[in-house]
């Protein structure tokens, strides 16, 4: 029974650990929306950055519903939700399984310009945060309807095509 006690133990423990990391890197990526001024992607102070912003058809939540690297479609895992949050001047992407539990989750500021959106990592945990941070990752994207289709080849040379569906509030 007490090695039981233990692992119980160890699992919440580790529970605890990732929210807390997960609350940490949401501040982060609220306090840099937050501050976005200073670094020259805010659209508050120019009234016709402002105006193209509330016109950015990315602004919202979007889940990955299909995915292809270097042309190989990838199913994604069941029961494992891909998240991406855009707003005006930030994404912040999020993996995590069926229990909560965070895979990967990345964000910083992005560009869109025209069907030309570029995303770079300034903060975030995982591998994939590991391998691109701070170097700019730039896709052709559309829009249509509720799906966004997003492609490109990030600077590991990985080619990707991902198409998102847009979540809709209930």
Known sequence: MGLLTTQLKQVLRMR???????????AVAVSTFLTSGTSGRSTAADPKKAKASAENKLVGTWKQV????????????????????????HFMFVDFDKDGKFIDAFG????????????????????????????????????????????GTLTNGLTIEEVWERVEPK
Not at 66 to 84: D, S
């Open 16 to 26: 605890q650990i990732s929210m807390a990391v997960l609350v940490s890197l949401v």
């Open 66 to 89: 299909k995915a292809k690297f270097r042309g190989n479609e990838v199913k994604i895992p069941e029961g494992t939700t891909q998240l991406k949050h855009i707003t005006p001047t």
């Open 108 to 151: 910083g500021p992005y560009t869109l310009k025209g069907e030309k959106y570029e995303e770079t990592l300034e903060y975030g945990v995982g591998d994939v945060f590991k391998a691109l941070k701070g170097k700019p990752q730039s896709f052709e994207c559309k829009v249509e309807g509720a799906k966004w289709y997003h492609n």
